[in-house]
């Protein structure tokens, strides 16, 4: 009898070279603020990087998203101002020394990146009853960090980097982008080629917290049950990376 093909080898799997392209991008992904070059995105880049946050998962096949190109230096100049005065908000919720630290932190690059784009949620797109939004109305914005973590790997790909600046005004950044009520900001990103990528991510390096240890977020049935009896196999292997 004819021996069946190993389920590895079977089209449904990469090869190993596909494979640890995949992972490559996944681990050598940063957020980048302060390493960004000139060098425009050329346009068939900037699709290919586009059309893969477009193929993101969404609920409802609702596609939510929008992608907003911020190209005029007049709109960029405004929202950095107002990320200016939500960082100054934000360093004060720290305590004295944690402010001092956080005043430090390079935390966009809105104005040096040759690109920004804004990806958006129209929260009314497919109407009031989606399937899979019964009962969690916030899956259409889940859907749509689904788009943002597709771009930021597909990005890394392509040797472009990317920046996530959340700290905005939410009502003061719609009202600059002429955003409707229906449409909610997820993601401003500053987008372009770098000078180099971090081999840590920039708030580890500068010690500001560390990774956690994946084998203590890992439980089993019910919250909090960490029991390895049965699951040593696992655990030995996630310690592993």
Same mark, same amino acid.
């Given at each position: 009898?004819?021996?069946?093909?190993?389920?590895? +080898?079977?089209?449904?799997?990469? &090869?190993?070279?596909?494979?640890?392209?995949?992972?490559?991008?996944?681990?050598?992904?940063?957020?980048?603020?302060?390493?960004?070059? &000139? /060098? !425009?995105? !050329?346009?068939?880049?900037?699709?290919?990087?586009?059309? #893969?946050?477009?193929? #993101?998962?969404?609920?409802?096949?609702? +596609? !939510?998203?929008?992608?907003?190109?911020? +190209?005029? !230096?007049?709109?960029?100049?405004?929202?950095?101002?107002?990320?200016?005065?939500?960082? /100054?908000? #934000?360093?004060?919720?720290?305590?004295?020394?944690?402010?001092?630290?956080?005043?430090?932190?390079?935390?966009?690059?809105?104005?040096?990146? @040759?690109?920004?784009?804004?990806?958006?949620?129209?929260?009314?797109?497919?109407?009031?009853?989606?399937?899979?939004?019964?009962?969690?109305?916030?899956?259409?914005?889940?859907?749509?960090?689904?788009?943002?973590?597709?771009?930021?790997?597909? #990005?890394?790909?392509?040797?472009?980097?990317?920046?996530?600046?959340?700290?905005?005004?939410?009502?003061?950044?719609?009202?600059?982008?002429?955003? *409707?009520?229906?449409?909610? @900001?997820?993601?401003?990103?500053?987008?372009?080629?770098?000078?180099?990528?971090?081999?840590? *991510?920039?708030?580890?390096?500068?010690?500001?917290?560390?990774?956690?240890?994946?084998?203590?977020?890992?439980?089993? /049935?019910?919250?909090?049950?960490?029991?390895?009896?049965?699951?040593?196999?696992?655990?030995?292997?996630?310690?592993?990376?």
């Amino acid at each position: 009898m004819e021996k069946s093909e190993p389920a590895h +080898q079977s089209d449904h799997y990469f &090869t190993d070279e596909e494979r640890a392209a995949v992972y490559k991008s996944i681990y050598s992904r940063r957020d980048v603020r302060g390493q960004f070059k &000139t /060098d !425009p995105v !050329p346009d068939d880049v900037l699709a290919r990087i586009i059309n #893969a946050a477009h193929h #993101a998962p969404s609920v409802g096949f609702m +596609q !939510p998203w929008n992608f907003l190109l911020i +190209q005029n !230096p007049e709109t960029k100049k405004k929202v950095h101002d107002i990320f200016l005065s939500a960082n /100054d908000e #934000a360093a004060e919720m720290f305590e004295p020394e944690k402010s001092t630290d956080y005043r430090k932190l390079k935390l966009e690059g809105i104005i040096e990146s @040759p690109v920004n784009l804004v990806v958006t949620c129209d929260r009314e797109r497919a109407g009031p009853v989606v399937v899979g939004r019964t009962h969690d109305k916030s899956m259409d914005l889940f859907s749509s960090v689904c788009a943002v973590q597709n771009l930021w790997l597909a #990005a890394r790909a392509e040797g472009v980097g990317v920046g996530w600046v959340s700290i905005f005004n939410k009502k003061a950044l719609k009202q600059a982008l002429k955003l *409707p009520k229906s449409v909610t @900001p997820i993601a401003y990103l500053c987008i372009g080629y770098v000078e180099h990528f971090l081999a840590e *991510p920039e708030l580890k390096s500068a010690g500001w917290r560390d990774r956690l240890p994946i084998e203590d977020l890992v439980c089993f /049935d019910e919250w909090g049950n960490m029991n390895k009896e049965g699951n040593e196999g696992l655990y030995k292997e996630l310690s592993k990376r």
